[in-house]
T-cell receptor, first 114, second 111 residues
Framework: NAGVMQNPRHLVRRRGQEARLRCSPMKGHSHVYWYRQLPEEGLKFMVYLQKENIIDESGMPKERFSAEFPKEGPSILRIQQVVRGDSAAYFC????????????FGEGSRLTVL | GQQLNQSPQSMFIQEGEDVSMNCTSSSIFNTWLWYKQEPGEGPVLLIALYKAGELTSNGRLTAQFGITRKDSFLNISASIPSDVGIYFCAGQLPGNTPLVFGKGTRLSVIA
């Protein structure tokens, strides 16, 4: 499967625990974007990364959230000390970086905080 | 942040009918895209538009990039049950900026 791969598809955490969401971009893509979707809402941009660099994190909450895209391996979105309001679907998208604006999305990771 | 106003929020139509939805903004966009999302899945790219006035088709879907660069519409002709889903418009501001999404149009098709 050459598409964007996200895991886990579903994650349940208790308040105060940590959540780690992983994303492998499409083959040949080096640009990764994370978006959050609340029920009945559109997608809200969180962070844009290239390999080893954060390009734009203007949509990322200042506390508890972090993202990385190491030289080797998938991109990771990390949420520390989760709260109920973090419950959402988190989508990763990748692009070739050709500035076409075309993003290809994974199937999402659905986080539920109890 | 930038906002895209997408309408209608939801539509219930009979199979075979045509559908039209649109997106507007107060800002000028360089690129307009339309995505479809089905339950439990990620958004799938349907059509991408790059030039003001551009009209592009993908099967029964047709989308246009508004002349003012502040709006776009998507038409679906002769709807079928598998057209059910949420359709999102997305725009890219000038520069290599992340896409901004509308809140979606929820389409239901009654057979």
């Amino acid at each position: 499967n050459a598409g964007v791969m996200q895991n886990p598809r579903h994650l349940v955490r208790r308040r105060g625990q940590e959540a780690r969401l992983r994303c492998s971009p499409m083959k040949g893509h080096s640009h990764v974007y994370w978006y959050r979707q609340l029920p009945e809402e559109g997608l809200k941009f969180m962070v844009y990364l290239q390999k080893e660099n954060i390009i734009d994190e203007s949509g990322m909450p200042k506390e508890r959230f972090s993202a990385e895209f190491p030289k080797e391996g998938p991109s990771i979105l990390r949420i520390q000390q989760v709260v109920r309001g973090d419950s959402a679907a988190y989508f990763c998208a990748s692009s070739s970086g050709q500035n076409t604006g075309e993003l290809f999305f994974g199937e999402g990771s659905r986080l539920t905080v109890l | 942040g930038q906002q895209l106003n997408q309408s209608p929020q939801s539509m219930f139509i009979q199979e075979g009918e045509d559908v039209s939805m649109n997106c507007t903004s107060s800002s000028i966009f360089n690129t307009w895209l339309w995505y479809k999302q089905e339950p439990g899945e990620g958004p799938v790219l349907l059509i991408a538009l790059y030039k003001a006035g551009e009209l592009t088709s993908n099967g029964r879907l047709t989308a246009q990039f508004g002349i003012t660069r502040k709006d776009s519409f998507l038409n679906i002709s002769a709807s079928i049950p598998s057209d059910v889903g949420i359709y999102f418009c997305a725009g890219q501001l000038p520069g290599n900026t992340p896409l901004v999404f509308g809140k979606g149009t929820r389409l239901s098709v009654i057979a």
